[in-house]
């Protein structure tokens, strides 16, 4: 074989392997303690690289195609866009008093943006970052959850122990829901048909019917319930208790905890893989994120993040 062959054969393999690394699906972890977002490979379970962002970052945003990453940042007051792809920052726009919880509107054109402080809702343009509309909501608010349809927004009022449901194409809300004591994290199921709410105070998961809008169930779990993932399925909701250093597994059949596993110390923000039986949690005072089977519920690894994550909302695209 010529030398000229071989040389365009390890090009044309070295393009290859170029985009299936690019390909490769991501984690886009938030640690508040210093200021970054790890970013880990989740084929090969190992760090990728770590990016600079505000002050105290916490939420976390990835659209559905990986593309854009979404960072809010509560003391610097602001949301960093990141391309997801050469996970480079992109702008970064000032939001609010202290911007917190952050989700994307179901086709990706839209941010909302929970303003711990203001208790607004600031709705922003995906690529501009401008703001196109805010929203009056109860004290406090944490958590954010939208419809597949894109009609319905959903918003933990902590403070209110309450959930206010948003009308989005009026931008105003349609009702609030009483639910536990400290609403912080909630997750709509696969289908549309439960919203979870991970109430801190009162040591419980509230369950809301989505068409009658009422609490169906409150379920008792370990101690400072702070996020909750949903297994694609259906069949599995995980639940990350604080206090307890445990993670909690929910039979939404039943609805009632099924499992409780010691996970690690502290953690925060949890998300189910899209395609893999796997759960990620990010541990705050461990400095890790760890990789659960969804399915036998056994710790598969423990990678190392920044300093103290909380990953709050959907890091992963297309998670649950």
């Not at 290859?16 to 984690?27: E, F």
């Not at 992109?90 to 929970?114: C, F, H, K, M, N």
């Not at 598969?300 to 909302?313: D, H, M, N, V, Y």
Request: with cysteine; net charge negative.
């Amino acid at each position: 074989m010529s030398k000229v062959i071989q040389a365009i054969l390890c090009s044309i393999f070295a393009a290859i392997c170029s985009k299936q690394i690019l390909a490769d699906p991501l984690a886009f972890i938030t640690n508040q303690g210093d200021d970054t977002v790890s970013v880990i490979n989740l084929k090969s379970l190992k760090l990728t690289t770590t990016i600079k962002v505000g002050s105290k970052p916490a939420g976390i945003a990835v659209s559905k195609d990986g593309k854009r990453v979404y960072v809010t940042n509560p003391e610097s007051r602001d949301v960093y866009l990141i391309d997801g792809k050469t996970l480079s920052r992109v702008s970064r726009q000032a939001v609010g008093e202290g911007p917190l919880g952050i989700t994307l509107s179901s086709d990706d054109s839209l941010v909302y943006v929970a303003d711990w402080y203001e208790d607004l809702v600031y709705v922003l343009d995906a690529y501009e970052l401008t703001t196109v509309a805010t929203i009056a909501v109860g004290s406090s608010p944490s958590g954010l959850a939208v419809s597949n349809d894109g009609q319905r927004l959903y918003v933990a009022d902590r403070d209110d122990n309450r959930i206010s449901v948003i009308d989005t194409e009026k931008n105003r809300t349609i009702t609030r829901i009483e639910v536990g004591e400290r609403p912080f994290g909630i997750r709509l199921d696969p289908q549309d048909k439960r919203l979870y709410v991970a109430n801190v105070a009162s040591n419980d998961v509230s369950v809301i019917d989505t068409s009658s809008l009422i609490v169906i169930k409150t379920i008792p779990v370990g101690s400072t319930p702070y996020g909750i993932a949903i297994s694609p399925e259906n069949d599995r909701v995980f639940v990350t208790n604080q206090h307890d250093n445990s993670l909690s597994v929910i039979d939404p059949e039943i609805m009632k905890e099924s499992h409780r596993i010691e996970i690690g110390e502290y953690p925060e923000g949890i998300i189910a893989d899209p395609t893999e039986d796997r759960v990620y949690i990010a541990n705050w005072f461990d400095n890790e994120l760890v990789v659960v089977d969804s399915k036998s519920l056994k710790i598969l690894k423990q990678i190392p993040t920044g300093e103290s994550p909380r990953a709050f909302g959907t890091f992963v695209a297309g998670g649950s």
